[in-house]
């Protein structure tokens, strides 16, 4: 439903029914050329120009100075310009009962350090409770599982990270800001994040395939923070970084790092401040360290360096359900990617083939 309201097609067709084509500005804004103050009228005589006088422009609620004239009580004349954030949402929980106030207490014995280390307490702790219940914990007969609150945190921590992006006082380009938006909400980082917060310990899910992967990536997380707090990022092998690409993300955990938000959102009666204020801290230290050196998409970056000979596969089933894709730069060799998506699979191709392509550039001798 999402997907078609805001689509291109549906967007150009609400833009073209309220006349926005015959508003644009095809040429490029020059202020000695094309720009006037407002109230400033040109190739006109001064008859015409004096129509023009206070009366008319505080009418028009302008000034001769261009800005906007209000009467004294400005706050009632700008109500209607600024709509109230009043609209109403069904709660998903009604009124409980004792005994199932209980029965939520029971289920969440022990989140009380969860939300000590977050630094957030629930009011309604159902949706807490909601936010880790896998579709496949059939014990929590109270709430429905995580999918919905997902949905929504998944918009709202891809709007707060926009807006803290697009609001940074280095002003990132347009290509900057996607790239720096690309690398840090994605299912990887916020898998890693919630496995660094302890998501994992308090996910409710009877599925122990599930559980098998959520345990290989928690060792994995738990080795390259190890390897990282003995300051040996830089001798890293191409035997790490492949298995750092070949390791599958439980998707899981990057759904339950989304729906805990959604969960904050609607306890604190839809306050994305609060969202941010638990979330800032957790994203911080990868937001500063993006923002410092801009990660690039290896897929662009091989494209760019290689824009006539890079030529992607489209993709190809494993007998294990995931996705390979190979990319060959004619003349230089063909490297294969696998991931649980298309997508992840053209990055780890890309990625291979920019190591290969880099280490076999000639050195320049230093003059």
Not at 37 to 65: C, F, H, R
Request: with cysteine; charged share 30%.
């Amino acid at each position: 439903m999402r997907s078609k309201k805001v689509s291109n097609c549906n967007l150009y067709r609400l833009g073209k029914k309220k006349g926005l084509p015959s508003r644009m500005v095809v040429s490029i804004f020059d202020p000695p050329v094309n720009w006037l103050p407002p109230g400033y009228i040109v190739n006109q005589d001064k008859s015409n120009a004096d129509k023009w006088g206070k009366d008319e422009m505080t009418k028009e609620g302008l000034l001769s100075n261009g800005k906007h004239d209000y009467d004294d009580d400005d706050d009632d004349d700008l109500m209607w310009r600024v709509p109230k954030e009043e609209t109403e949402f069904e709660d998903d929980f009604l009124e409980y009962d004792q005994e199932h106030i209980k029965f939520i207490d029971n289920m969440l014995m022990g989140f009380e350090n969860f939300e000590k280390k977050i630094n957030y307490s629930f009011k309604n702790k159902a949706y807490l409770l909601q936010a880790f219940t896998h579709a496949s914990y059939h014990y929590n007969t109270i709430t429905d599982c995580y999918q919905r609150l997902e949905f929504l945190g998944d918009a709202i921590l891809d709007y707060l990270i926009t807006k803290h992006l697009y609001e940074d006082p280095r002003q990132h380009s347009p290509g900057v800001l996607t790239d720096l938006r690309s690398a840090l909400v994605n299912n990887t980082i916020f898998a890693s994040l919630a496995v660094k917060y302890d998501y994992h310990k308090y996910f409710k899910a009877v599925s122990p395939e599930l559980f098998h992967v959520i345990d290989d990536f928690v060792q994995f997380q738990m080795e390259k923070n190890e390897m990282q707090g003995m300051d040996s990022e830089l001798r890293r092998s191409e035997e790490d970084e492949e298995k750092e690409e070949d390791i599958e993300v439980p998707k899981a955990m990057g759904d339950i790092f989304e729906s805990l938000a959604g969960a904050i959102y609607m306890d604190s009666e839809m306050s994305l401040e609060m969202v941010w204020q638990v979330y800032y801290p957790m994203m911080r230290p990868l937001i500063e360290k993006f923002s410092a050196n801009v990660p690039r998409s290896p897929v662009r970056e091989l494209l760019e360096m290689e824009p006539e000979t890079a030529k992607f596969s489209p993709a190809e089933r494993t007998y294990d359900g995931k996705v390979r894709v190979t990319v060959e730069v004619v003349g230089k060799g063909k490297f294969k990617g696998v991931g649980r998506s298309y997508r992840i699979a053209k990055s780890a191709a890309a990625r291979r083939a920019l190591r290969s392509l880099k280490a076999n550039q000639p050195q320049v001798p230093n003059s």
